[in-house]
């Protein structure tokens, strides 16, 4: 089982920053990537970006330039630098740890924190 807390979320202005945050605990030594996903009430949720354990990120097209993720690995930390924020960002943001040990394969997620941003 692994647990995720995420923090920093909240209301900013068009073309301001937030910083998410997500502490995972349990069975962390079976992650071997974290991600950041976002959902609009009524949409899917989307890959907003991720990060493997050795440090490779990957990012969805319309965050890349804007967006950091970046991982603490010894903390068991994820966070998610977000800049020059558009109102089309606003969604809930979910932190993602994607765990495998053996054949298994499973993914678990944070509650899910709010971004909104006023044009």
């Known amino acids: 089982q692994v647990q995720l807390v995420e923090s920093g979320g909240g209301l900013v202005q068009a073309g301001g920053s937030l910083r998410l945050s997500c502490a995972a605990s349990?069975?962390?030594?079976?992650?071997?990537?974290m991600a950041w996903y976002r959902q609009v009430r009524g949409k899917q949720r989307e890959l907003v970006a991720s990060?493997?354990?050795?440090?490779?990120?990957t990012y969805a097209d319309a965050v890349k330039g804007r967006f950091t993720i970046s991982r603490d690995n010894a903390k068991n930390t994820v966070s998610l630098q977000m800049n020059s924020l558009k109102p089309e960002d606003t969604a809930v943001y979910y932190c993602n740890a994607h765990t495998a040990w053996g054949v298994n394969e499973y993914d678990y997620w944070g509650q899910g924190t709010q971004v909104t941003v006023a044009s």
């Open positions: 990060i493997r354990r050795g440090g490779t990120t």
């Open positions: 349990g069975s962390t030594s079976r992650i071997n990537a």
